[in-house]
């Protein structure tokens, strides 16, 4: 069971916008930064999103961040076939002191 | 080339014991915080084990305390785990990275640990 909460799937159609949750608590998301992570089919995970809502240099601007409270989001908009892949969201944990993830989204073009 | 990679991976017998290294190159290795991240088959990341610039700070998941030990030798720009009385459920692919949580984050591609008999 992951400290922060993911929704197992999500997908869409080419072109469609797509949304993928991660919620937590006070002590994660409520008081720290979120990061994204695209993993690709049987590659390594990579930064996608850091600092909540920043891309790193190289990430397309179709992908965005946001937190509100102890929730963060991942949106896709434009979807692309390349965009199928697994989604985690990560953030420091103040009272477990340690990292936390999310169980991470499979997200599917349909 | 900034690039991390992974060496050490393999197949050991339950209450075995295996090291990983990760080797750093085209970056100050020592200027960053260095993890491991597993995933076992199937499923999510798993922050194992965090280790400071200098190593003066380590952290570890409940699940490895004990048992497994993070280190790093910045002069060869490296990092290790040495991981002891490995159990069935340790089996993952383990990869180590830079700056989890930073703008500066760098994953290696990974070396897969499996644990059975």
């Known amino acids: 069971q992951s400290v922060l909460t993911q929704p197992p799937s999500a997908s869409g159609t080419p072109g469609q916008r797509v949304t993928i949750s991660c919620s937590g608590s006070?002590?994660?998301?409520?008081?720290?930064?979120v990061n994204w992570y695209q993993q690709l089919p049987g590659t390594a995970p990579k930064l996608l999103i850091y600092?909540?809502?920043q891309r790193p240099s190289g990430v397309p601007d179709r992908f965005s961040g946001s937190k509100s409270g102890t929730s963060a989001s991942l949106a896709i908009s434009g979807l692309q076939s390349e965009d199928e892949a697994h989604y985690h969201c990560?953030?420091?944990?103040?009272?477990?002191?340690?990292?936390?993830f999310g169980g991470g989204t499979k997200l599917t073009v349909l | 080339e900034v690039q991390l990679v992974e060496s050490g991976g393999g197949l050991v017998h339950p209450g075995g014991s295996l090291r990983l290294s990760c080797a750093a190159s085209?970056?100050?290795?020592?200027?960053?915080?260095a993890v491991w991240v597993r995933q076992a088959p199937g499923k999510g990341l798993e922050w194992v084990a965090s280790?400071?610039?200098?190593?003066?700070?380590?952290h570890y998941v409940d699940s490895v305390k004990g048992r497994f030990t993070i280190s790093r030798d910045n002069a060869k720009n490296s990092l290790f785990l040495q991981m002891n009385s490995l159990r069935a459920e340790d089996t993952a692919v383990y990869y180590c990275?830079?700056?989890?949580?930073?703008?500066?984050?760098?994953w290696g591609q990974g070396t897969l640990v499996t644990v059975s008999s």
């Open positions: 990560a953030a420091w944990d103040g009272s477990l002191n340690a990292v936390v």
């Open positions: 085209g970056f100050t290795f020592s200027n960053y915080w």
């Open positions: 600092s909540s809502d």
């Open positions: 990275a830079r700056s989890l949580l930073a703008a500066t984050c760098l």
């Open positions: 006070s002590s994660n998301i409520g008081s720290n930064i």
């Open positions: 280790i400071k610039q200098d190593g003066s700070e380590k």
